[in-house]
């Protein structure tokens, strides 16, 4: 699975950290940046790149998802849901985790360095890439109304 990440300085070490664990999964990851530390920089730089390239990977019928690391995640997960086609949660905990890739088939992690240990966000990405979505059809009903609304919103 092809893996892009990316975060503003908040959360440039969580992202450094993560890269590592994600290749020792077997994944592929593409680093969208930050590329150095710098505290003047803004999420939406960094976020964005991510999320356009998982759209457009994923409009192509490629297995990818995304992680984005701020602050909170919770920046992060707006700009990411500002696309057509991405569905990015915010995880903080096992449940979140696991249920957004269960009911929501979320396609883009969103973090919170200021809120999580660097191992337990390892373990809530494992949790995440490792949950398949359910396939339930009350859960594909509302993702696609999610879709819906999307297409209407233009």
């Not at 999964?25 to 991510?50: N, Q, S």
């Not at 009350?138 to 109304?145: A, N, P, Q, S, V």
Request: negative net charge; charged residues 35%.
């Amino acid at each position: 699975m092809k893996i892009y990440i990316g975060t503003d300085h908040a959360g440039f070490e969580l992202k450094e950290e993560l890269k590592s664990f994600l290749e020792s999964l077997g994944c592929k990851v593409k680093d969208m940046g930050a590329y150095e530390f710098d505290e003047t920089d803004d999420y939406p730089d960094f976020i964005w790149p991510v999320v356009k390239s998982v759209a457009e990977d994923i409009s192509r019928g490629l297995d990818t998802r995304g992680i984005v690391i701020g602050g909170s995640g919770q920046g992060e997960a707006i700009v990411a849901n500002k696309v057509r086609g991405i569905r990015a949660a915010v995880v903080y905990d096992e449940y979140s985790a696991k249920m957004s890739r269960e009911h929501n088939d979320a396609n883009i992690i969103s973090l919170g360095n200021r809120t999580l240990t660097i191992d337990k966000a390892k373990a809530l990405v494992k949790i995440w890439l490792e949950t398949p979505f359910s396939n339930e059809e009350r859960h594909k009903r509302r993702i696609e109304k999610i879709k819906k609304l999307e297409n209407d919103n233009l």
